[in-house]
């Protein structure tokens, strides 16, 4: 039976008045793939927040593989073998494609196994042909990979991604997908999606966040079968 | 990763001893002197700026902590070896405590340079109301607003008698900014160089990838301390007295207009800006129909409305667009030549 690697207890995270996660209970097990969907404003992207120690929660708490993470800072909850990507392509503008991931690479490598493992990522997200140009000069669709490929040249068994196929065309999405899938065969993965095509592609098992709290969990095609998800999507209260 | 081109290093630093040998003929060697004080103290500041993202605006604390450290030991000692080091430890030192104290506390950059200011502000307060004999470290009387004169001068090592000073000084100067400018370049193309780089871009990417920016953001502020003071112990020596304007905030707003002229984000820029303003200030200096600060001030607002990138990086960029162009016209003549011989050979 498959371990489960992150949890979190009555997570809780409040803006002043505004309860953006409420008492959540979340359980992800060993090379699962999860996508969190939901409305604009349900708290999905505020979870990835306080999972990935980029929010400090209000209340309750988080594990990760058994260790209790829920004060601790990013950096610290990276080092635990975790690759973060953030909803905007977070990378380094003025470096190059490879400089990018070789900072990535280097930071649980030596200089020579962090060389060799940037061509591999390179390779692997099919960048090839743009390695040697500055990240500020490319494209949106060429961003997002390219922090992917930061990601992925840690070598990490949870990968937790941000919208990674916002602002995407149609072949980087297919590209995208095709990249989470063979992720999906080493990690586990959280995906925060809001794109039901590329969630249909890849999905094993949906969380629903609807108002800060999870309204279901199921497969793919139970969840778009349910009255409830549709009617959030479409606005009417549940 | 940009590799180190050790052919131009190497003919860099054959450059820069001829220029050591002529510039003398140009210009006072005591200004000079000065001038390459000037720059080791914005290369202080360019590089923790620049490549690191970290603007100080209390740089000259630091530069004031290295001058009264190497005045405070020399007299205590007696000998400048050992005063000399120190006086680069103890700004690095305070440098470290007080970037953990900002880092580690996760304050913005806002905060940042509000703290560093006001430190500068108090040390100017502090040095200045040191006036009775109570304040006093050692052998050595602080002295309040009128600073702390006769101390020993740098010295050959061991030889308290040996004074460096008029051409050697110079020389030290020198050779001691050109091993700056290679221990920085060295450490900016190694890992924790390039990391430093990285989180002056974006620093969340980068604790998003495991590194703990604090750390490394507290290291880079104090190598920026410890280069301030080792400008500042030059200076003592240079002037022979340290007084509370060391500083002052005219001292530390100087720095920051060194650094957005020669431009920040390279190596020579700060020291090019630093070398142009103090030249032009020196030669300002000689005249009273203007002052000082106001030429300074109108030079400041022309850079920053039509030179943002600074003087280095916009003529490094020139020196791109020319020589690309001259390449691109060389290869049109080549291909040129190519096609002749071919039409020759039909006929």
């Given at each position: 039976m498959s371990q489960v690697i992150l949890e979190t207890h009555n997570l809780s995270m409040k803006f002043g008045g505004?309860?953006?996660v409420d008492n959540v209970d979340f359980t992800l097990k060993e090379n699962e793939l999860r996508c969190l969907i939901g409305p604009n404003g349900a708290g999905k992207s505020t979870f990835f927040k306080c999972i990935t120690g980029l929010h400090k929660p209000t209340s309750g708490n988080i594990y990760i593989q058994n260790e209790e993470t829920t004060h601790w800072h990013t950096h610290e909850i990276?080092?635990?073998?975790?690759?973060?990507?953030?909803?905007?392509?977070?990378?380094?503008?003025?470096?190059s494609v490879w400089e990018?991931?070789?900072?990535?690479?280097?930071?649980?490598?030596?200089?020579?196994?962090?060389?060799?493992?940037?061509?591999?990522?390179?390779?692997?997200?099919?960048?090839?042909?743009?390695?040697?140009?500055m990240v500020g000069e490319l494209a949106h669709g060429q961003r997002q990979r390219v922090e992917l490929g930061i990601v992925l040249a840690a070598d990490p068994w949870l990968v937790i991604l941000d919208e990674p196929a916002a602002g995407m065309t149609g072949s980087d999405v297919d590209i995208m997908i095709e990249i989470i899938q063979e992720i999906n065969r080493h990690a586990a993965l959280i995906i925060v999606e809001h794109d039901m095509q590329f969630i249909k592609a890849i999905a094993d098992k949906v969380t629903v966040f609807y108002q800060g709290s999870i309204l279901m969990e199921d497969n793919i095609d139970n969840v778009l079968a349910d009255q409830r998800v549709r009617d959030v999507y479409l606005g009417r209260k549940v | 990763m940009q590799k180190i081109n050790h052919r131009h290093l190497i003919i860099g630093v054959m450059l820069s001893v001829t220029v050591m040998f002529?510039?003398?003929?140009?210009?006072?060697?005591?200004?000079?002197?000065?001038?390459i004080i000037y720059s080791i103290l914005a290369l202080s500041l360019g590089f923790i700026w620049g490549f690191g993202g970290i603007l100080c605006f209390g740089q000259a604390a630091f530069f004031g902590i290295g001058a009264y450290s190497y005045a405070v030991y020399a007299i205590n000692i007696g000998e400048s070896s050992i005063p000399f080091i120190l006086a680069i430890l103890t700004p690095a030192l305070f440098a470290l405590i007080l970037g953990a104290v900002i880092f580690y506390g996760r304050l913005s950059d806002v905060y940042l340079g509000v703290i560093t200011l006001v430190v500068t502000l108090i040390l100017f307060r502090f040095a200045s109301a040191t006036a009775g004999p109570e304040y006093a470290i050692g052998k050595a009387r602080l002295g309040g607003f009128n600073g702390m004169p006769n101390f020993q001068t740098l010295n050959i090592p061991g030889m308290p008698d040996r004074y460096i000073w008029d051409m050697d000084f110079y020389y030290l100067c020198f050779i001691i900014i050109i091993m700056c400018f290679i221990g920085l370049f060295f450490l900016t193309r190694s890992s924790f160089g390039r990391i430093c780089i990285a989180i002056g871009q974006n620093e969340q990417r980068i604790e998003l990838i495991g590194y703990d920016v604090r750390k490394y953001k507290t290291i880079l502020f104090a190598i920026g301390g410890g280069l301030a003071g080792l400008s500042g112990a030059l200076y003592a020596s240079w002037a022979e007295i340290v007084t509370p304007n060391l500083f002052s905030l005219g001292q530390s707003a100087e720095i920051i207009i060194w650094c957005i002229v020669g431009g920040v984000g390279s190596l020579s820029g700060p020291i090019l800006g630093a070398v142009l303003l103090g030249l032009l200030k020196y030669y300002f200096g000689q005249q009273s129909y203007i002052d000082n600060n106001l030429v300074l001030g109108f030079i400041l607002i022309i850079f920053v409305l039509f030179l943002p990138n600074g003087l280095a990086p916009t003529l490094s960029q020139l020196w791109g667009k020319v020589f690309k162009r001259k390449n691109r016209q060389r290869k049109n003549l080549n291909s040129k030549r190519v096609r002749m011989p071919n039409k020759k050979a039909v006929s």
């Amino acid at each position: 039976m498959s371990q489960v690697i992150l949890e979190t207890h009555n997570l809780s995270m409040k803006f002043g008045g505004v309860v953006a996660v409420d008492n959540v209970d979340f359980t992800l097990k060993e090379n699962e793939l999860r996508c969190l969907i939901g409305p604009n404003g349900a708290g999905k992207s505020t979870f990835f927040k306080c999972i990935t120690g980029l929010h400090k929660p209000t209340s309750g708490n988080i594990y990760i593989q058994n260790e209790e993470t829920t004060h601790w800072h990013t950096h610290e909850i990276s080092q635990l073998g975790i690759g973060i990507k953030t909803q905007i392509p977070n990378v380094m503008d003025g470096l190059s494609v490879w400089e990018n991931i070789w900072l990535s690479a280097r930071r649980y490598n030596d200089v020579n196994n962090a060389n060799r493992r940037v061509d591999e990522v390179i390779e692997r997200i099919k960048i090839t042909d743009i390695a040697k140009k500055m990240v500020g000069e490319l494209a949106h669709g060429q961003r997002q990979r390219v922090e992917l490929g930061i990601v992925l040249a840690a070598d990490p068994w949870l990968v937790i991604l941000d919208e990674p196929a916002a602002g995407m065309t149609g072949s980087d999405v297919d590209i995208m997908i095709e990249i989470i899938q063979e992720i999906n065969r080493h990690a586990a993965l959280i995906i925060v999606e809001h794109d039901m095509q590329f969630i249909k592609a890849i999905a094993d098992k949906v969380t629903v966040f609807y108002q800060g709290s999870i309204l279901m969990e199921d497969n793919i095609d139970n969840v778009l079968a349910d009255q409830r998800v549709r009617d959030v999507y479409l606005g009417r209260k549940v | 990763m940009q590799k180190i081109n050790h052919r131009h290093l190497i003919i860099g630093v054959m450059l820069s001893v001829t220029v050591m040998f002529i510039l003398p003929n140009l210009i006072e060697h005591y200004t000079l002197s000065l001038l390459i004080i000037y720059s080791i103290l914005a290369l202080s500041l360019g590089f923790i700026w620049g490549f690191g993202g970290i603007l100080c605006f209390g740089q000259a604390a630091f530069f004031g902590i290295g001058a009264y450290s190497y005045a405070v030991y020399a007299i205590n000692i007696g000998e400048s070896s050992i005063p000399f080091i120190l006086a680069i430890l103890t700004p690095a030192l305070f440098a470290l405590i007080l970037g953990a104290v900002i880092f580690y506390g996760r304050l913005s950059d806002v905060y940042l340079g509000v703290i560093t200011l006001v430190v500068t502000l108090i040390l100017f307060r502090f040095a200045s109301a040191t006036a009775g004999p109570e304040y006093a470290i050692g052998k050595a009387r602080l002295g309040g607003f009128n600073g702390m004169p006769n101390f020993q001068t740098l010295n050959i090592p061991g030889m308290p008698d040996r004074y460096i000073w008029d051409m050697d000084f110079y020389y030290l100067c020198f050779i001691i900014i050109i091993m700056c400018f290679i221990g920085l370049f060295f450490l900016t193309r190694s890992s924790f160089g390039r990391i430093c780089i990285a989180i002056g871009q974006n620093e969340q990417r980068i604790e998003l990838i495991g590194y703990d920016v604090r750390k490394y953001k507290t290291i880079l502020f104090a190598i920026g301390g410890g280069l301030a003071g080792l400008s500042g112990a030059l200076y003592a020596s240079w002037a022979e007295i340290v007084t509370p304007n060391l500083f002052s905030l005219g001292q530390s707003a100087e720095i920051i207009i060194w650094c957005i002229v020669g431009g920040v984000g390279s190596l020579s820029g700060p020291i090019l800006g630093a070398v142009l303003l103090g030249l032009l200030k020196y030669y300002f200096g000689q005249q009273s129909y203007i002052d000082n600060n106001l030429v300074l001030g109108f030079i400041l607002i022309i850079f920053v409305l039509f030179l943002p990138n600074g003087l280095a990086p916009t003529l490094s960029q020139l020196w791109g667009k020319v020589f690309k162009r001259k390449n691109r016209q060389r290869k049109n003549l080549n291909s040129k030549r190519v096609r002749m011989p071919n039409k020759k050979a039909v006929s």
